[in-house]
């Protein structure tokens, strides 16, 4: 099966309709995204209904759970909070009642999902080899996919070795037949890893390869709407440096 994995959409409406449509051009068979449907971006509703269209899975994420008020507000920045506060009062009814359906965590395919980490499905930032190797000491599958970090990244373990991590470029290809694996696809909607492209992974459970994919799309139409909206000028800036 070809999947296409994404993560951090973050209300980010023109890099969500990008990476479909890349997606749809890759021939994949199934979406699966691992959560923050809404966020930092202006268009909430949009991103929750093309989640709704196109996504066979969909996790919760920590921006989605405080905007259903499962999480509290104060357990957020200053600029996510504002964000979030104005993602609710957007909302509509059965968006937000999709959103609170959502876990952040779950298994497809034998592969492990997780919002965050294996360890924290919520919150824990995975950027380091000593938290990845913690988390493959306690994750039952081979396999898992997190995101959270808004960074395109790998971690794997063969049996008897240490952990290698690694950033990945778009077109990053790599076989993952064999040892353990966490892979990042980097975020759809706020990149922060320096290249503003909209980023998914392609993932083939028949030959066990991973790609990691970018996606050009309308930076200055999702700041501008972010603007529109109101919200925090700094929101709209970040996406056109990739962070």
């Not at 209300?11 to 990476?19: D, I």
């Not at 909430?44 to 066979?56: D, F, G, M, S, T």
């Not at 990149?191 to 309308?218: E, K």
Request: proline residues 4%; negative net charge; charged residues 20%.
């Amino acid at each position: 099966m070809r999947i296409a994995v994404l993560s951090d959409i973050h209300g980010n409406r023109h890099a969500f309709e990008a990476v479909l449509a890349d997606a749809h051009a890759e021939g994949v068979d199934e979406a699966w995204c691992l959560g923050d449907l809404v966020g930092y971006g202006a268009d909430p509703n949009a991103c929750v209904r093309l989640a709704r269209e196109h996504c066979a899975i969909c996790l919760a994420g920590n921006h989605d759970l405080v905007v259903t008020g499962t999480m509290p507000m104060d357990d957020f920045s200053r600029n996510a909070a504002i964000a979030a506060r104005w993602t609710q009062d957007e909302m509509d009814l059965d968006n937000l009642e999709f959103l609170r359906r959502l876990t952040p965590d779950g298994l497809e395919e034998d592969i492990g999902l997780f919002h965050a980490s294996p360890r924290d499905p919520i919150w824990e930032y995975v950027l380091s080899s000593l938290l990845a190797e913690r988390c493959l000491d306690v994750q039952e599958q081979r396999v898992a996919l997190i995101g959270h970090t808004h960074v395109a990244l790998s971690f794997s373990r063969e049996p008897g070795q240490g952990v290698d991590g690694q950033t990945r470029a778009g077109g990053a290809l790599t076989g993952i037949g064999s040892g353990q694996w966490l892979l990042n696809p980097g975020s759809v909607g706020q990149p922060r890893d320096g290249d503003p492209r909209a980023a998914w992974l392609l993932l083939d459970t028949s030959a066990w390869t991973a790609q990691w994919r970018r996606v050009t799309y309308d930076v200055e139409g999702a700041g501008a709407a972010i603007l529109h909206a109101g919200l925090p000028s700094s929101l709209a800036e970040r996406l056109q440096y990739g962070q």
